[in-house]
C-alpha cells in the first residue's frame, strides 16, 4: 500500500509569490489534514479537507488555503509568501479522525 | 491550547525506562502519539480514547487519565532505535483530524 506523497520535496520561493504543495493521501482515506512545522512554533494545524469540504480550520490567514479533489487528492496555496512562511509542510491522510499517516513534507524555504 | 509535554528532552542510556507526559488544559476526546526522527516525517505510535484503557505494542505503551486530561508514553529498556522527538497531538472531539501539538520530547539514547 503506497503512502502520504507530497510534492515537490523542496522549493525555494521570493517574498511575495505564491505556491502550491501537492498531497496524495493513501488510497480509500478520504480525510487530508495540513501541519506546518518551525523550529518555534512546532507543528501547527492548517485546514482539514474530508470528501471535498474543508471540515477544519486552524488559526492561520486567509493567504493559506488549500483543496481537495474528488479523488481526494489535496492541494494547498499560499499567496503573497512571506519570509515567516519558511517551514515544513506536512500532510497527514486518515479514514477520518482515526490514525493519521503522514507524508515526507515540504521543505518551503522563502528568500 | 497546546498541551504540555513534559520532560523537554532526556537522555538515556540503551535499557534504560523512559516516561513522556502530555497535559492538556482542555477536556480531551482522544490523544495521539507520534515520533519524528530528524529529516523523516512524524511516525504514528498509537492513539488513547476517552474511555479506553491503556495500550501498548512490544516495549511502548501509554495511557490516558481523563480526569486530569493527561496521557503518559512509557518506553521501557530503551533501544537505540527509540532516539527521536515525540508528540502528543490532542483533539477535543471525536472524528476530526483536527490535532493540537504539544512542543515534543526530544529523545536521546546513548549506548
Known amino acids: 500500500k503506497a503512502g502520504v506523497t507530497q510534492t515537490p520535496r523542496y522549493l525555494i520561493k521570493t517574498r511575495g509569490q505564491q505556491v502550491t504543495l501537492s498531497c496524495s493521501p493513501i488510497?480509500?482515506?478520504?480525510?487530508v489534514s495540513w501541519y506546518q512545522q518551525t523550529p518555534g512554533q512546532g507543528l501547527q494545524f492548517l485546514f482539514e479537507?474530508?470528501?471535498?469540504?474543508?471540515?477544519n480550520k486552524g488559526n492561520f490567514p486567509g493567504r493559506f488555503s488549500g483543496r481537495q479533489f474528488s479523488n481526494s487528492r489535496s492541494e494547498m496555496n499560499v499567496s503573497t509568501l512571506e519570509l515567516g512562511d519558511s517551514a515544513l509542510y506536512l500532510c497527514?491522510?486518515?479514514?477520518?479522525?482515526?490514525?493519521?499517516?503522514f507524508g515526507s513534507g515540504t521543505r518551503l524555504t522563502v528568500v | 491550547q497546546q498541551p504540555v509535554q513534559s520532560p523537554q528532552a532526556v537522555i538515556l542510556r540503551e535499557g534504560e525506562d523512559a516516561v513522556i507526559n502530555c497535559s492538556s488544559s482542555?477536556?480531551?476526546?482522544?490523544v495521539h502519539w507520534y515520533r519524528q526522527k530528524h529529516g523523516e516525517a512524524p511516525i504514528f505510535l498509537m492513539i488513547?480514547?476517552?474511555?479506553?484503557e491503556q495500550k501498548g505494542h512490544d516495549k511502548i505503551s501509554a495511557s490516558f487519565n481523563e480526569k486530569k486530561q493527561q496521557s503518559s508514553l512509557y518506553l521501557t529498556a530503551s533501544q537505540l532505535s527509540y532516539s527521536g522527538t515525540y508528540f502528543c497531538?490532542?483533539?477535543?472531539?471525536?472524528?476530526?483530524?483536527?490535532?493540537?501539538f504539544g512542543q515534543g520530547t526530544r529523545l536521546t539514547i546513548n549506548p
Open positions: 479537507y474530508f470528501s471535498e469540504t474543508q471540515r
Open positions: 497527514a491522510s486518515s479514514l477520518g479522525g482515526s490514525k493519521g499517516t
Open positions: 488510497s480509500g482515506h478520504r480525510s
Open positions: 482542555k477536556a480531551l476526546y482522544s
Open positions: 497531538g490532542t483533539a477535543p472531539i471525536q472524528g476530526a483530524q483536527k490535532l493540537v
Open positions: 488513547l480514547l476517552k474511555g479506553g
